[in-house]
């Protein structure tokens, strides 16, 4: 049996973390319901934009690991590279973050 959370349950209780870390997070992309893939995009003040995704661990969890940072330099390829994301895999979440702390953020969320 899947113990996984539905989505759209995570995705909102995404939301709800940042709010009480301080934050703000909002949905750039609605993935499938119940069994989407959730890309995070932590950035604070729109700077320092880090996508983490979820990865298989050793020890059978699936923790948010960070995957790709923007380069300030050159943001399209970074947009380029969720875009080509979305079309890989349309049920696919993408959940903005904007907090103070990224990884103190992610390392708050479960397994």
Same mark, same amino acid.
């Given at each position: 049996?899947?113990?996984?959370?539905?989505?759209?349950?995570?995705?909102?209780?995404?939301?709800?973390?940042?709010?009480?870390?301080?934050? %703000? !997070?909002?949905? @750039?992309? &609605?993935?499938? /319901?119940?069994?989407?893939? =959730?890309?995070?995009?932590?950035?604070?003040?729109? #700077?320092?934009?880090?996508?983490?995704?979820?990865?298989?661990?050793?020890?059978?969890?699936?923790?948010?690991?960070?995957?790709?940072?923007?380069?300030?330099?050159?943001?399209?390829? %970074? !947009?380029?590279? @969720?875009? &080509?994301?979305? /079309?890989?895999?349309?049920? =696919?979440?993408?959940?903005?973050?904007?907090?103070? #702390?990224?990884?103190?953020?992610?390392?708050?969320?479960?397994?």
């Amino acid at each position: 049996m899947d113990e996984r959370l539905p989505a759209h349950l995570e995705v909102a209780a995404i939301i709800r973390l940042a709010q009480s870390e301080g934050g %703000f !997070a909002t949905v @750039l992309a &609605r993935g499938e /319901r119940d069994a989407g893939t =959730i890309l995070l995009l932590t950035t604070y003040r729109g #700077n320092s934009v880090t996508l983490f995704e979820r990865m298989p661990q050793l020890d059978g969890t699936r923790s948010f690991t960070p995957t790709k940072q923007e380069n300030p330099e050159n943001k399209q390829e %970074f !947009a380029d590279y @969720l875009d &080509r994301r979305k /079309r890989q895999d349309p049920d =696919i979440w993408v959940v903005e973050v904007d907090v103070a #702390n990224a990884q103190h953020f992610v390392e708050l969320l479960p397994c």
